[in-house]
């Protein structure tokens, strides 16, 4: 099979980090490698200070991942947040003349140009206070059940989560001088709430080498809940 010893660098959602990810690994072994990576503050870097700003978190996964993108084939996958990131590490991987991927695979979001409705309503979300704050984070379907029941989690996650939306409601779109020479792959949930066909439709600017949207049954995250079917439509589209 023409995908065998790809690797998938994996970026997670707001809030999230590279254990999101733990569950689609045995899917997709022994074909592909997923490396999940954990952006600054959360994971495996808990202790290093977080970034609130898209642009700086995406230089900062540039460098982690810029020496493994030589010697073999690979892909870039992100969901929410991580495809935003997904998206603006290409650029620089692109900008940087090294090996594209193979694919580039975008769940979750409208398209990088067009800003998510909730964040042109204000008040500016990482603002609010506590309990506002996780009603809103809630109201996305992004607070498991186990989560509400420990305060103490939430403490720590509230950190994390605010300085992603931050970043987020903070992002500039910059248009790229050229258009990305990479297969993309748009995933998104036919019941998700933050994403409309109008922020969607301009993905189709972003690459040069065609677009495909393939729909899930579902909400913001329900790409979870079906990973072996998702499984198997990253392994056909890296065969």
């Not at 935003?84 to 398209?111: D, E, H, M, N, V």
Request: net charge negative; glycine share 8%.
């Amino acid at each position: 099979m023409n995908g065998i010893g790809t690797t998938l660098f994996a970026l997670p959602y707001a809030g999230g980090h590279s254990l999101v990810y733990r569950n689609l690994q045995p899917l997709l072994s022994p074909v592909v490698t997923l490396k999940a990576i954990d952006p600054p503050g959360r994971g495996r870097r808990s202790r290093e200070p977080l970034i609130t700003d898209m642009e700086e978190m995406a230089d900062d996964i540039f460098l982690q991942v810029k020496d493994e993108l030589v010697d073999k084939p690979y892909a870039v996958f992100g969901h929410s947040m991580g495809s935003l990131l997904a998206y603006l590490l290409t650029r620089r991987i692109a900008a940087a003349a090294l090996p594209l991927p193979k694919q580039l695979f975008c769940s979750g979001r409208g398209a990088p140009s067009v800003p998510a409705a909730e964040i042109l309503t204000p008040p500016p979300k990482h603002t609010l206070p506590s309990a506002a704050f996780w009603a809103y984070i809630d109201s996305l379907g992004g607070v498991p059940p186990e989560l509400k029941e420990h305060r103490e989690l939430m403490d720590y996650f509230e950190p994390v989560l605010r300085a992603d939306i931050k970043a987020l409601e903070c992002y500039q779109y910059r248009e790229a001088a050229q258009t990305l020479g990479v297969p993309l792959t748009v995933f998104y949930g036919l019941d998700d709430k933050e994403i409309s066909s109008a922020s969607l439709l301009p993905w189709r600017y972003e690459s040069a080498s065609g677009v495909t949207f393939i729909p899930l049954s579902g909400g913001h995250f329900g790409i979870f809940d079906q990973l072996p079917m998702v499984a198997q439509l990253l392994l056909k589209r890296l065969a």
